[in-house]
């Protein structure tokens, strides 16, 4: 069982910053690959990022590419989603999830995290 909370959300103003961290306890985070994900209101859970166990490999909806960077810490069982040029359209609450590759697909995830909250004032 891994146990995942993420932290870091808040409220900012668009064209600002925020960096997201998922703790991971329970079991070593290096066993999974890593990934982000946000959900508005009344919209469906999608894809933000992902990243390998090694953190080797990452990959980005084309609506954060260029603007938000997914990294790692093994040593630490932290995975980052630093947040740049915020957007209003980025509010959602974010989860974090683990599973065993990279997908872009929330199916392919075995453990989440509660959630963290973002909103972008314009």
């Known amino acids: 069982q891994v146990q995942l909370v993420e932290s870091g959300g808040g409220l900012v103003q668009a064209g600002g910053s925020l960096r997201l961290s998922c703790a991971a306890s329970?079991?070593?985070?290096?066993?999974?690959?890593m990934g982000w994900f946000r959900q508005a209101p009344g919209k469906e859970r999608e894809f933000v990022s992902a990243?390998?166990?090694?953190?080797?490999?990452?990959r980005y909806a084309d609506s954060v590419k260029g603007r938000f960077t997914i990294s790692r810490d093994n040593a630490r069982n932290t995975v980052y989603l630093q947040m740049n040029s915020l957007k209003p359209e980025d509010t959602a609450v974010y989860y974090c999830?683990?599973?065993?590759?990279?997908?872009?697909?929330?199916?392919?995830?075995?453990?989440w995290g509660q959630g963290t909250q973002v909103t972008v004032s314009s």
């Open positions: 990243i390998s166990w090694s953190g080797g490999s990452t």
């Open positions: 329970g079991r070593t985070l290096s066993s999974y690959a």
């Open positions: 999830a683990a599973g065993p590759r990279s997908y872009t697909y929330y199916a392919g995830y075995d453990y």
